[in-house]
């Protein structure tokens, strides 16, 4: 199981959301160009500190489709 988030402002909606998606047994991808913050100060740290303890991987949006989306070769 996987559970994304996406545009979506980090504090409160994002790690919210992935805190309560890993409890349930989901793994964690969060994709670090589809988030924002209030300021970009708020915004490295949820990416360099927060993201890298809580969860599976980070991922930028073009990294996460290029797994789920079949390669045309």
Known sequence: ?????????IRSCVEG???DALEAGYH???L????AD???QA?????DVSYPTSCHETLTID????TVEPSSD
């Open 1 to 9: 199981m996987t559970a994304s988030s996406y545009p979506q402002l």
């Open 38 to 40: 209030f300021t970009e």
């Open 63 to 66: 990294e996460f489709l290029a």
């Open 28 to 30: 964690r991808t969060f």
């Open 43 to 47: 915004h490295r740290a949820a990416l």
């Open 32 to 35: 670090s160009d589809a988030v």
């Open 17 to 19: 959301t992935g805190r």
